[in-house]
């Protein structure tokens, strides 16, 4: 007879966090996104759906986590079938026509019967028809352990949620061509301009493939730091007082914009990484030759952490793809740094975020912005009217 013991200590009763503390942190997790389908009775039911995964090979198995309270989960419950529909890329007002309650969610939505019965979502990246194996309780949620019976997928990317945002995954592998290709642009701008010819960038790199650098040569021709001759061929675009204006403008734009949306409601844990990133660039030494890469990734941090308040990875790498401190690297001499650094619109603006005043924050990216494109443009000028 199997015999067993009570712990020697008292259980442990869990103290849970805050469940809005939960929702923000767990929403930081990227996860692919699914709708969920079967059909009871001759209806049709389906929900959006991320808490889903591949349980095991041997057997096949699908997990997936649905509310109680959901009309889509009580028709599992009866049905004992269900389909995983994997969103691609362009389905993001699918997801959210899904994720609603009430209503036919099949009026106008494209789909098939499978030969089990149930709703396949025409053009979906990947489905899978499962057989309810077993199921458990979890919170407020019921967790369905099915075998996987048919599977069927095509090319294409997913669809991606991300903190509360539907949006796509970027390939690992065409975002670090983009972001070395763009350093190299940057830091590569020798008068007259040098051809920058995809093949030789890929060895340069030690990339593989030269289509990622060809790719990301178009992109920063939309980003204005590229330009393409007659021939064909790409340049570096020559750093003109109009492209400042027009990068820094556009910087100051969202920077306001994020600030008059989300500064007084932004959650405590965003705004203290705000804060911690502005104290992290005020606390940088005097600015010389040895410590200047240094401050110019301080910098950049504390920006796109402002606009990261908005909660949109989108917007953050939208202005990201605005800054280029690697131009004023190389520009800028100690002594510009120096006065650059001793001016006192960065203190100004990380002690407004901290307070969560807006318009004393608005006020400070403007005299930045002003500031910053002045001390651009002189040293332009000295260049003699172009970097």
Request: proline share 4%; charged share 25%; net charge negative.
């Amino acid at each position: 007879m199997l015999m067993t013991t009570a712990p020697s200590h008292a259980p442990l009763v869990p103290s849970h966090v805050d469940k809005e503390v939960f929702r923000h942190v767990s929403g930081h997790f990227a996860s692919g996104v699914t709708v969920i389908t079967t059909r009871d009775s001759g209806q049709l039911f389906g929900t959006t759906a991320s808490a889903v995964s591949s349980l095991s090979v041997e057997p096949p198995m699908m997990l997936v986590c649905l509310n109680r309270s959901s009309t889509t989960h009580a028709a599992i419950e009866r049905s004992g079938v269900y389909a995983v529909n994997i969103l691609s890329e362009a389905q993001g007002a699918l997801a959210r026509h899904f994720g609603r309650s009430g209503g036919d969610k099949f009026e106008d939505v494209p789909y098939r019967l499978s030969e089990e019965g149930v709703p396949l979502i025409e053009g979906a990246l990947a489905t899978l028809v499962c057989v309810v194996r077993e199921t458990a309780l979890g919170g407020s949620h019921t967790i369905f352990l099915g075998d996987a019976v048919a599977a069927e997928a095509q090319g294409g990317e997913p669809l991606a949620y991300y903190r509360g945002k539907f949006g796509r995954f970027e390939k690992e592998a065409e975002r670090r061509a983009y972001e070395l290709t763009r350093e190299f642009v940057l830091s590569h701008r020798e008068m007259p301009a040098p051809e920058l010819d995809p093949d030789t960038i890929t060895a340069e790199l030690g990339l593989r493939q030269a289509q990622p650098v060809h790719n990301a040569l178009v992109a920063l021709t939309v980003e204005s730091l590229v330009s393409r001759r007659a021939d064909g061929a790409f340049v570096p675009t020559a750093i003109t007082p109009e492209l400042v204006d027009n990068l820094y403008d556009a910087r100051a734009t969202i920077e306001t914009g994020v600030v008059e949306t989300f500064l007084e409601t932004a959650h405590d844990d965003e705004l203290r990484r705000v804060i911690a990133a502005g104290e992290g660039l005020l606390s940088t030494p005097d600015i010389d030759e040895r410590n200047v890469d240094d401050y110019l990734a301080l910098h950049g941090a504390f920006h796109r952490a402002l606009v990261g308040l908005s909660g949109s990875a989108q917007l953050v790498d939208t202005y990201r793809r605005l800054q280029i401190g690697t131009v004023w690297r190389t520009a800028f001499d100690e002594a510009t740094w120096r006065t650059y650094f001793g001016n006192d619109v960065i203190p100004a603006l990380v002690d407004a975020v901290a307070r969560r005043d807006v318009d004393a924050a608005k006020v400070a990216i403007a005299d930045f912005t002003s500031y910053f494109k002045a001390a651009v443009k002189s040293v332009i000028a000295e260049r003699g009217g172009a970097i």
